[in-house]
């Protein structure tokens, strides 16, 4: 599979997790605004908060709902992969990301929610991005400090599945 198909397959799968997680706050009388809008022409560049030297990656999703307001940064993942040294199921995010999102978070002061949709088990899972107990890759070349990381995503940070609130247990239809 050639790298393009790799990333238009990646993008479709992370709209339809957007969309999914829209749809559940929506539900819930929650407004949002998807950051995937303000991507450019093409819909290939980061929404940005922008300052005068520098910017920030915003997360998904703006939300609000009786006078609050916050972030919402979703992943859809096929499932949650197994950490053999902490023996736990667990989730992953750039750690670059990570870094920026409470960057973004700071300058807003609206906290920053991660939401994990998993297609194996249809549920949603959400927390709050500085309270999830984060742990970088623990694959023995990571803990070398060498090259050759088998991490699905490259300089990953991690966090336990159960350390996540399950808002919504799994459902036979995934995109409802």
């Known amino acids: 599979m050639s790298t393009h198909s790799n990333f238009d397959d990646n993008l479709r799968q992370g709209r339809e997790g ?7 706050l929506q539900e819930r009388g929650y407004g949002v605004i ?3 809008d303000f991507t450019g022409s093409d819909g290939d560049v980061a929404p940005k908060l922008k300052f005068l030297t520098r910017s920030l990656i915003v ?3 703006d ?3 009786g006078g609050n307001r916050v972030w919402v940064e979703v ?3 096929s499932h949650a992969a197994f ?7 667990v989730h992953g995010l750039k750690a670059a990301h990570y870094r920026q999102y409470l960057q973004v978070q700071k300058a807003t002061g609206c906290p920053v929610f991660l939401a994990i949709v998993e297609r194996n088990t ?4 959400i927390g709050r991005l500085d309270a999830l107990p984060w742990f970088p890759c623990q694959c023995r070349p990571c803990q070398l400090g060498q090259p050759g990381c088998n991490a699905p995503i490259a300089k990953s940070i991690y966090c336990n599945r159960a350390a996540f609130n399950v808002v919504r247990e799994g459902a036979t239809n995934v995109t409802s």
């Open 18 to 24: 957007e969309a999914i997680v829209t749809r559940w």
């Open 34 to 36: 998807p950051s995937y």
């Open 59 to 61: 997360p998904d999703l």
């Open 63 to 65: 939300v609000c709902r």
């Open 75 to 77: 992943k859809h993942y």
């Open 83 to 89: 950490n053999n040294s902490k023996q736990i199921d």
């Open 122 to 125: 249809g549920a949603i899972l």
